[in-house]
Structures are given as structure tokens and as C-alpha cells.
């Protein structure tokens, strides 16, 4: 059964430094795509990076940057510089195509960052 | 572009009640998904539909739970003889159809409809 793992309940980070956010997936699919969204304190689902399976570069989105590595089915999440806004929820997930034709989205337990001023 | 919406924001009801939530996707969006959210968790998988079919429904989801999407446009999602357990956010998430080399693009969130079972 597809799970994805985010062994990060909480993450402190200082503003203006990196910070990496840990994801692995676990799936027996070849074709496969995974996301990072972000959840304030508001409540909204916000999309932030998207990697397909068969991507060969990792993906970046601005500040943002998916450290996509295939073999040890991990997708951590980079982030670069940080912001007082990036204090969050972040969550993993990983979409699946199923036989019905549909697909099926399957997200971790998230992490929840702070960062410092 | 208006986004996804959803109604009610904030749903009180009684245990043993019916309700009802409404999901108005981002208009050329065709496929649309729900989701439910309970404190400190992630989302997890309610439904899938493309245009008016449910094509998956997770395994988790239980007799009470039905959701339709009968024009292809909005969405509704029912919960029967509501229980304490059901107390959620339920979130609702839409996509464009994929691309014509089939990568999947990203769903876009409402601001889903906080349940409260008495």
C-alpha cells in the first residue's frame, strides 16, 4: 500500500538560512507524482512544487526546491532562505493512477516549521 | 479566475443529523476531489470524480458518506446519521483535465467546510 513518511513533526529554522524537509514514499507504481503544499495558519492548501516520477532534474519553484531522489524514494523539500511567512504546515504527498482510471492523493502528517527571527 | 469555493465555511450539527456540503470547482477544471482533514493531521482521500463519474472512492469511507457530482460542475458531499467521529474539516480540491502527455498537474484547494458534530 502507498504511504508517504515525514519523520518531522516540528522544524525550527532561522530566518534567512535553509531548511530541508524530510519525505520518503513508499509505492510498488512506476509512474507516480509527488507534491509539496503548504497550510497556514489560515487553513488554505497552498501548492508549492510538484515532481513527476519520470522527472529527470529536480524541480524548483522560486524558493523552492524538491531534492528528488528515486532510489531511496525520497522527495525532501528545500527551502531556501526563509521567510517569517514560511512558519507553517507543510505537507508531503504522492498521487497514484489507479485501474478505475481515477487517481488517488495520499498525504503525510505533515511538519510543521517555525521560523525565527 | 474566482477559485475553488465551498459552502457552507462552518457547519454545527447535532449527532444523528444529515449534512450536506457543496463544492464549486474552478470552472474549467474536470476533475475534482474530497478530502478530510481532522487536527494535526494531513488530508486524507475521500473521492475522485472526472466530469460527473466517481471514478475512486477510498475504502475508509463509510455507507454514510455519498458524493455526487451530477452535471460535471459542483460537487456535494452527504453525510448520513452524523457521528461525533465526523467532526472534520473536509476539504475539496480540483484539477484541469492532464496534459496530452499525461503529467498531472497540481489540485487547487478550497477553503473547505469546518464540521462540528454535538
Known amino acids: 500500500a502507498q504511504k508517504i513518511t515525514q519523520t518531522q513533526p516540528g522544524m525550527f529554522v532561522q530566518e534567512k538560512e535553509a531548511v530541508t524537509l524530510d519525505c520518503t514514499y513508499d509505492?510498488?507504481?512506476?509512474?507516480?507524482?509527488l507534491f509539496w503544499y503548504k497550510q497556514p495558519s489560515s487553513g488554505e492548501m497552498i501548492f508549492l512544487i510538484y515532481q513527476g516520477s519520470y522527472d529527470e532534474q529536480n524541480a524548483t519553484e522560486g524558493r523552492y526546491s524538491l531534492n528528488f531522489q528515486k532510489a531511496r524514494k525520497s522527495a525532501n523539500l528545500v527551502i531556501s532562505a526563509s521567510q517569517l511567512g514560511d512558519s507553517a504546515m507543510y505537507f508531503c504527498?504522492?498521487?497514484?493512477?489507479?485501474?478505475?482510471?481515477?487517481?488517488?492523493?495520499?498525504f503525510g502528517a505533515g511538519t510543521r516549521l517555525f521560523v525565527k527571527a | 479566475d474566482t477559485g475553488v469555493s465551498q459552502d457552507p465555511r462552518h457547519k454545527i450539527t447535532k449527532r444523528g443529523q444529515n449534512v450536506t456540503f457543496r463544492c464549486d470547482p474552478i470552472s474549467e477544471h474536470n476533475r475534482l476531489y474530497w478530502y478530510r482533514q481532522t487536527l494535526g493531521q494531513g488530508p486524507e482521500f475521500l473521492t475522485y470524480?472526472?466530469?460527473?463519474?466517481?471514478?475512486?472512492k477510498s475504502r475508509l469511507l463509510s455507507d454514510r458518506f455519498s458524493a455526487e457530482r451530477p452535471k460535471g460542475s459542483f460537487s456535494t458531499l452527504e453525510i448520513q446519521r452524523t457521528e461525533q467521529g465526523d467532526s472534520a474539516m473536509y476539504l475539496c480540491?480540483?484539477?484541469?483535465?492532464?496534459?496530452?502527455?499525461?503529467?498531472?498537474?497540481?489540485?487547487?484547494f478550497g477553503p473547505g467546510t469546518r464540521l462540528t458534530v454535538l
Open positions: 470524480f472526472q466530469n460527473e463519474a466517481q471514478l475512486e
Open positions: 509505492t510498488s507504481d512506476q509512474s507516480y507524482g
Open positions: 504527498a504522492m498521487r497514484e493512477a489507479s485501474n478505475t482510471g481515477g487517481f488517488k492523493t495520499i
Open positions: 480540491a480540483s484539477s484541469p483535465p492532464l496534459t496530452t502527455s499525461g503529467r498531472a498537474v497540481t489540485q487547487y
